[in-house]
């Protein structure tokens, strides 16, 4: 089965949309080659649109950091995913670490955002992983399974192969403390397992990225992992020239 590599930038809280021009003029040029590997940028909501402009006819996909899970409603300050769509955005990032963190993001509600993102032609990149305290206590595993298999529960089995799955160690993140390749592989092998357990064609289509602290230094050893088919990268994504590098490493 082979998985077309899939390298994303979070900018996270990043870029007024001067900034995100500037940015975007950089990039084109460096990875209009990069024949082979899908490459995305997931943006802030007020430079979704500025974005999709600029990249339209480019290798460049532009995402989205979080959506609603209804279509429409009373719920002041939130963004549909059919709202995104309108817009032409192609993906969304779904239970980032820090929208759990932060802003009380659920299980619960991850499993009706990521089917909502499917059914409005979004490609939804779902985030899990543990803490720190998680890993050390053993509780590693329990933890992912509770995450894959609630958040994906709603997803109808045939669509299953769309989503991707970002596995994000907490304790990687921001945090230049990056997972050692054993550690990586072996989280995303358990995680393909679990997608396995919900239908075997699926896991093995479906594309997994590693994330927490990836640098341009480190990209080239992870992404050459057997169960790691992409990066989904904070702080080196915001300087076109080192991402432009870890997309050149999923090349290789
Ligand atoms: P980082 O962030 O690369 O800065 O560690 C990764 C993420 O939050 O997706």
């Known amino acids: 089965m ?30 209009s080659s990069s024949e082979g590997v899908d490459v995305a940028i997931c943006v802030p909501f007020t430079d979704l649109q500025a974005m999709v402009d600029s990249t339209r006819g480019s290798r460049v996909q532009v ?12 719920f002041t300050g939130e963004v549909s995913a059919p709202m995104l769509a309108d817009l032409d955005v192609h993906g969304v990032v779904l239970g980032h670490s820090e929208r759990r963190q932060y802003f ?43 995450q894959v298999q ?5 997803v109808p089995v045939e669509r299953l192969h769309e989503v991707v799955i970002a596995y994000e160690p907490i304790w990687a993140i921001g945090t230049g403390k990056v997972a050692t390749p054993e550690q990586a592989q072996e989280a995303c092998a358990f995680v393909r397992a679990l997608v396995a357990g919900i239908d075997a064609d699926a896991a093995g289509a479906i594309r997994i990225q590693y994330g927490g602290s990836v640098k341009a230094d480190n ?23 080192s991402f432009a590098a870890i997309v050149e490493a999923a090349r290789a």
Do not use: Y
């Not at 077309?4 to 900034?19: R, Y």
């Not at 995402?63 to 009373?74: K, L, P, R, V």
């Not at 609630?150 to 709603?154: I, K, V």
């Open 63 to 74: 995402f989205a950091q979080n959506m609603h899970e209804a279509a429409t409603g009373a």
């Open 219 to 241: 990209a080239a050893e992870l992404l050459a992992l057997p169960d790691i088919d992409g990066a989904l990268v904070g702080g080196a994504s915001l300087e076109p020239a």
């Open 2 to 31: 082979t998985r077309t590599p899939f390298v994303a930038g979070n900018w996270k809280m990043f870029k007024t949309v001067g900034e995100a021009e500037m940015f975007i003029s950089g990039l084109l040029p460096r990875v």
């Open 104 to 146: 009380n993001e659920t299980d619960r509600a991850l499993a009706e955002k990521v089917p909502a993102a499917l059914e409005a032609g979004l490609v939804p990149i779902l985030c899990v992983g543990e803490t720190e305290a998680e890993r050390e206590e053993g509780a590693m595993e329990r933890k992912l399974r509770h």
């Open 150 to 154: 609630e958040d994906l529960e709603n």
